[in-house]
């Protein structure tokens, strides 16, 4: 999977399963999220792919679209890649 779709979210298998992990992994994303001048603060969005982000950084495939990205898709229960 390269990236998301907003119907993942409906999905229980494309979250990051274990829970600890998740956790870390999703607040990692979400800080350079909000660290990145694409960040829409106020809708929580990102400028470029136009997703939620809270919801985006808890989906183990989701990856930043940037060329180069600032963040990447995990493997399910694996460190970040
Ligand atoms: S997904 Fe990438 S481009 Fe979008 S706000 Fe996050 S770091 Fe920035």
New binding site residues.
């Given amino acids: 999977m390269t990236d998301v779709s907003p119907w993942d979210l409906l999905q229980r298998r494309n979250y990051i399963a274990n829970k600890e992990v998740a956790k870390k992994v999703s607040k990692e994303r979400l800080k350079?999220?909000k660290g990145?001048e694409?960040?829409n603060h106020l809708a929580k969005t990102?400028g470029?792919?136009h997703c939620v982000?809270p919801f985006k950084v808890k989906l183990a495939g989701a990856s930043?679209?940037?060329p180069i990205p600032?963040?990447k898709a995990v493997t399910n229960d694996e460190e970040m890649q």
């Fill in positions: 350079i999220c990145c694409n960040f990102c470029v792919c982000m930043c679209p940037l600032k963040w």
